[in-house]
């Protein structure tokens, strides 16, 4: 499958509606607008927002999660990163881990573990696994869990060497290797990119300790 069938997909996935989880809007389109050439490094974020027409791929979108990421990479790591060209040129990618938003009260919401495990299982990692990228940030609390969930799929040796139930700062900057079909792949665990997070500039560090990694 290449990646426009990949992407095809999950555009016109509706199995989270089909398994009765109601809380996910699903089908949803925004999916990248660029294919991953030599991506080396991916980023894992949580869930496009409810509202919204365009998502972080799109130049015309006031992304949050963009702006947030790439002025991280900008003053913390010295990356020339303004546009999404930029970003793919310096060999970064990114994917959320959930592929439609979820609501409460028809306000935007976290997605349900349930979720988390069917949409990983079902598309995050085709797309993981098509990328195979050297180093991956796993970005906020639903990027971890959809990670852990592939960890006991991609490496049995690893189940349970992780309680999943911890909170993110106990395990924040902490880096696991994990194997990948043929290949050994680095991922750190850190925060959502928010510049209300008080460990904002936490991030830049956990990056920089994947890029360091030999």
């Known amino acids: 499958m290449n990646w426009s069938e990949i992407q095809n997909r999950i555009k016109g996935c509706t199995k989270c509606k089909e398994e009765g989880f109601y809380s996910v809007r699903c089908p949803d389109d925004r999916i990248p607008t660029s294919e991953p050439r030599n991506a080396k490094f991916l980023f894992i974020s949580e869930a496009p927002p409810l509202n919204g027409r365009y998502y972080f791929y799109h130049e015309r979108s006031k992304d949050r999660l963009r702006n947030s990421l790439f002025e991280l990479l900008r003053s913390d790591l010295n990356y020339e990163v303004n546009t999404i060209d930029d970003f793919i ?38 797309e993981i696994e098509y990328i195979k990228p050297e180093r991956v940030c796993l970005l906020g609390r639903t990027a971890l869990l959809g990670f852990l969930t592939l960890r006991n799929i991609w490496d049995l040796q690893a189940r349970g060497t992780m309680d999943m139930w911890r909170p993110l700062t106990d395990t924040a900057g902490k880096v696991l290797e994990v194997k990948i079909l043929d290949k050994n792949v ?8 928010t510049k209300r997070h008080r460990k904002f500039h936490q991030i830049s560090e956990h990056i920089k300790l994947l890029i360091d990694e030999t």
């Open 89 to 126: 040129a310096a060999g970064f990618y990114l994917l959320p881990t959930v592929k439609c938003p979820s609501a409460r009260n028809d306000r935007n919401a976290a997605p349900q573990g349930k979720v988390i495990k069917f949409c990983a299982e079902q598309h995050l990692k085709r």
């Open 186 to 193: 680095k991922f750190v665990i850190s925060y959502w990119p």
